[in-house]
């Protein structure tokens, strides 16, 4: 999970805000947040996934064998979806 602090122009403490990290590993695209655990998600928007079989779980106990290290080089960047998507 990342958590972000938000300043103002004057470096004014205003707020901040946590949100789950969203990883890319053996072919699905899941989120994992620290206390909701993991949801999958659709490759092409990102949205939730309706579906998480067998094995997308079996994917998942392979990703948390991963050492820290390795789980954030999984870590996908950040992808702004238009609004016409």
Not at 2 to 31: P, T
Not at 37 to 44: C, E, I, M, Q
Not at 49 to 73: C, D, H, I, N
Request: hydrophobic share 35%.
């Amino acid at each position: 999970m990342s958590c972000h602090r938000m300043l103002d122009a004057e470096g004014r403490y205003v707020g901040h805000i946590c949100c789950a990290n969203i990883y890319e590993y053996g072919g699905y695209v899941f989120e994992w947040h620290d206390y909701l655990g993991f949801t999958r998600l659709r490759k092409r928007d990102w949205e939730p996934a309706s579906v998480a079989g067998p094995k997308f779980w079996a994917t998942v106990y392979e990703w948390l064998k991963l050492s820290q290290e390795e789980r954030e080089k999984t870590r996908a960047g950040v992808r702004l979806i238009k609004e016409d998507e």
